[in-house]
């Protein structure tokens, strides 16, 4: 059992910068693949980013490559999301994932088995 608390939404103005954290409970947080998923009102579900349990791969959503970077400390139970060159379009809810697993990639909901309860964030024109 993994419980996940996201952290580090909020206002921005477009072009600005964003930092996402997702701390894990549990002692053996680095067999778990995670992943950033988002979703805006009236949308679904959607993926941005996945980092491998060792936290030597990682894939993006062609949407955020270039302007996100994942990243995770197994030492301290946290993967981050580093969100830069924000636009208006990434406007979301963003939600922390985690799936034990060693495969990789992992991008569809369907495959995570835990979830965060979500943080805001909301970028101005």
């Known amino acids: 059992q993994v419980q996940l608390v996201e952290s580090g939404g909020g206002l921005v103005q477009a072009g600005g910068s964003l930092r996402l954290s997702c701390a894990a409970s549990?002692?053996?947080?680095?067999?778990?693949?995670m992943g950033w998923f988002r979703q805006a009102p009236g949308k679904e579900r959607e993926f941005v980013a996945a980092?491998?349990?060792?936290?030597?791969?990682?894939f993006y959503a062609d949407s955020v490559k270039g302007r996100f970077t994942i990243s995770r400390d197994n030492a301290k139970n946290t993967v981050h999301l580093q969100m830069n060159s924000l636009k208006p379009e990434d406007t979301a809810v963003y939600y922390c994932?985690?799936?034990?697993?060693?495969?990789?990639?992992?991008?569809?909901?369907?495959?995570?088995?835990?979830w965060g309860q979500g943080t805001q964030v909301t970028v101005s024109s």
């Open positions: 994932a985690a799936r034990r697993s060693y495969y990789f990639p992992l991008v569809r909901r369907t495959e995570y088995d835990y």
């Open positions: 549990g002692r053996t947080f680095d067999s778990y693949a």
């Open positions: 980092i491998s349990s060792s936290g030597g791969n990682k």
